[in-house]
């Protein structure tokens, strides 16, 4: 049973920082990374391929969150910088095991969820 668990979320201030993290048990899995503010559906955030070498972001994120990995702790980060208001929302990682890293921006894409991390920020 693989087990994706996230960490880092908070309250902070617009314009502030904070890194989330992710790890997943059993193996090295594309990553990624979803939102769900209240009231909304969760959409895409940001993914990252299995080794690293490719990543995908939101329009909305671009420029302002980096996800990377590594691969030797099993875990994935999402650094968000420049946080708005507009960000607050619960935080999920997700997993996909196997080779091919194909429409990593669609939730059904994925085969394993975390639980989610909260993230405030304040105005």
């Known amino acids: 049973q693989v087990q994706v668990v996230e960490s880092g979320g908070g309250l902070v201030q617009a314009g502030g920082s904070l890194r989330l993290s992710c790890a997943a048990s059993?193996?090295?899995?594309?990553m990624g990374w979803f939102r769900q503010a209240p009231g909304k559906d969760r959409e895409f955030v940001a993914a990252?391929?299995?080794?690293?070498?490719?990543?995908y972001y939101a329009d909305s994120v671009k420029g302002r969150f980096t996800i990377s990995r590594d691969n030797a702790k099993n875990t994935v980060y999402l650094q968000m910088n420049s946080l708005k208001y507009e960000d607050t929302a619960v935080y999920y990682c997700?997993?996909?095991?196997?080779?091919?890293?194909?429409?990593?921006?669609?939730?059904?894409?994925?085969?394993?969820w975390g639980q989610g991390t909260q993230v405030t920020v304040s105005s």
């Open positions: 059993g193996g090295t899995y594309h």
């Open positions: 990252i391929s299995r080794n690293g070498g490719r990543t």
């Open positions: 997700a997993a996909r095991s196997g080779a091919l890293f194909t429409a990593p921006q669609a939730q059904q894409f994925y085969n394993y």
